[in-house]
Structure formats: structure tokens, C-alpha cells
């Protein structure tokens, strides 16, 4: 983790799996077996994951100098299932060009 593209990516990921694990498996459960307490924590964690999403995104985008659109889609990518991983396989693309340049 040591450039703020590769600590985004890196919570991007967390950031989406906990989305995933609170959709398929926390709301299944509070809804079909009964345990909210499912929900309440696996909300909470994924609710931390997406604050610290939204820190690094911001650090990201000024490091980086994205454009406004890069900004939105990135943000927008935290909202969609999949999302933050699919943009991670992006990311990662233009993390390796970078490390190839060197200017990281």
C-alpha cells in the first residue's frame, strides 16, 4: 500500500465484498431466518468500508488529478454490486502503466 491509487484499490475491494456479503447473506438472513443482528453488523462494517471508500477517493483523485467524471464513475461504482470490482480490474490496469512509466 504504498501509493494512494493502490490503498484505494485495496479497500475498493473490501469495500465490495462486505456490500456482497451484506446483500447475499445479512439481509437473506435478517429477512428469511429471522437474525438482524446479521444485518445490524455486517451494516455497520460495510458502513465503515464505505466511509474510509469515500476518504481514500477523495486522497485518490487529488494524488492522481482525476477528472470529474472519473470521480463520479468511482463513486458510482460503490453504489452498483460489482461495482468497486470491476473498477478495480481498471485500476490495476492503469496502476501497472503507471509502474512501467515509473511515476509513482
Known amino acids: 500500500m504504498k ?7 485495496i479497500i475498493g475491494i473490501a469495500e465490495g465484498i462486505s456490500f456482497l456479503v451484506l446483500l447475499i447473506i445479512a439481509m437473506p438472513l435478517k429477512y428469511y431466518a429471522g437474525l438482524p443482528m446479521a444485518v445490524k453488523y455486517t451494516g455497520w462494517i460495510h458502513g465503515l468500508l464505505f466511509i474510509l471508500y469515500v476518504v481514500a477517493l477523495v486522497q485518490v483523485s487529488f494524488s492522481r488529478k482525476w477528472p470529474l467524471l472519473k470521480i463520479v464513475i468511482a463513486f458510482i461504482a460503490s453504489l452498483i454490486p460489482f461495482g468497486t470490482i470491476i473498477l478495480d480490474s481498471r485500476l490495476k490496469k492503469e496502476e501497472q502503466a503507471l509502474t512501467e512509466v515509473g511515476t509513482i
Open 3 to 9: 501509493t494512494s491509487l493502490s490503498r484505494f484499490r
